[in-house]
């Protein structure tokens, strides 16, 4: 449904998407995994043809998008990382003219609005004015305008940013269902690694423009996981022998596959530094270890946003 | 072509929830033309119109002023579209650019129709206003003056990146183009500069249009001139925004 090949794109001497390769198929969930900055939202924003890339080519349902993006927006469905809801207008009026202009007219507008509203929950407030809806339902509300005409192909750009847990739960409920019942193709962009594990999505680790990994959680974990044991001391951590890795002032992360036998050999080779010790976390292998071993670097949502440098 | 009408009509619902800007719009130059109405009676009148009452200036000339306080009403209409984060949700929608920034056009056409309309309304019902030109002629020099501020909040809409550069240049823009169009006072008791100049404003043409079938009683014919010259304004102005104008600009707005 979706291929994305060799996509660059700069802003300045920034490279914020640099050769990306990306395919997703029909009914699959497609999770890019990346912190703030890594590239998600100008490679989501290529693909609804809001952002022309350098270089590459990206299909959808294997028409180009670029040079004429008009040809594939029937297609898509485009849920942006920011609130996009028209606050004095009613739910209805909001999915009603995202309806209008994929042309949907008449009773079968009518049954689309029904429809995107049971699937969000939103029934009982179609004519209720935005702005009086909590957050969490505006959320929805932006997500189910995306939905209205039921797309192929359904970009949401970190759809949970703000919502509380339940929402974020009904959230991925639907987009699920989406994949599972209508064959909707979803790139789903996070940068919440807990997320990922409950769309049961494909991950595609993105970092600094750059796709690092791709596949299942449980491959990605199965090959670049590590467990580890980290000790936290009062002050700068002495030196420790082993697979250190130190990003943080006061912790040291020493990377294992047997936490228990680590902790003794690191603890007893402290000597008078074990009264500096302050605490020792054991760190399962998962997708923060993918992270930390594609790429040298801890995982933080913030690393440095698009949007600070003007280009998200 | 049913995009544009949708988008057109989505404007229209937005309006009808918040219409106090237009109604303001409406309001203040009914209550300027009570107060400068025998201003402009002395004026017109010393000006060779012997049997004018003052409101042939009045009533037009509110109509110029307070219409181009509106010309900023497109631009801020897709300004607004960032504010509420759904501008590039309409540009990822089927409509094209053309579509949406034609759709965009429709109320704020429609508002300055319906504010000419029921200030020439008021002007005949409360002041005594008598058309007795060309009813066509007034209707066509509405129509090109409504499509050159409309083509100039386009023009607005394609170099400001702030709400606020929209707000000023609408402000500011209306008042110095106004006066020097003659609206705040008839063209001849403007001083000699601001006569020169006059003629570059599409204030002025509209004014001059208006004068003609209020105060000459002209024919059609008559305000050719004017509407011919504010429309190729508006086309040149129309084709320098669309050149100009890059949808996937970020402007700064609130909702």
Known sequence: ML???????????????????????????????????????????????????????????????????????????????????????????????????AGIKGQALVRAIADVAENLELTDMLDRQARHLSGGEQRRVHTAMALIHRPKLLLLDEPTTGVDVATRGRLL?????????????????????????GLGATVVIMDRGRVLARGSLDSLIRQHGTAAVEFVFDGPPPAINGNVTIDDPNRVRVATTEPAATVANVVSALGSESVRLRAIDIVQADLESVFLTLTGRRYRADYETEASRGDA | MSRIWSIGRHDLRVLRRDPAFLVIMIAMPLVMMLFFKNTFRLSLRAAGYAQASGVEQAVPGGVVMFSSFLMGNMAFSVFREHGYGTWDRLRASRASTGELLAGKCIV????????????????????????????????????????????????LLAICRTIQQVNAAANVGGMVLSGLGGAFTPISDLPGWARTIAPGTPHYWAMRGYRSILLDNASI??????????????ALLAGFAVYRFDAGDRKLSFA
């Open chain 2, 221 to 234: 014919g008559a305000v050719l001139l004017p509407s011919m010259v504010l429309l190729v304004v508006s």
């Open chain 2, 108 to 155: 704020p056409i429609a508002t300055l129709a319906v504010q000419t309309i029921v200030l020439f309304l008021a002007g005949a019902a409360f002041f005594g206003l008598r058309v007795r030109g060309s009813l066509a002629g007034l209707f066509l020099v509405s129509v090109a003056y409504w499509c050159c501020l409309t083509a100039i909040g386009l023009v």
């Open chain 1, 173 to 197: 409920d639907t987009v699920r269902r989406l994949a599972t019942n209508d064959g909707c193709a979803v790139v789903y962009s996070t940068h919440y690694l807990a997320e990922v594990a």
């Open chain 1, 3 to 101: 291929g994305v090949e060799a996509v660059r794109k700069c802003y300045g001497s920034h490279q914020a998407l640099d050769g990306v390769d990306l395919t997703v198929e029909r009914g699959e969930i497609c999770a890019l995994l990346g912190p703030n900055g890594a590239g998600k939202t100008t490679l989501v924003s290529a693909i609804a043809g809001l952002r022309r890339p350098d270089s590459g080519t990206i299909t959808v349902d294997q028409r180009p998008v670029w040079p004429n993006p008009r040809s594939t927006r029937a297609l898509l469905g485009l849920a942006p990382q920011d609130l996009g809801v028209y606050l004095v207008l009613s739910v209805r009026e909001n999915l009603a003219l995202f309806g209008e202009l």
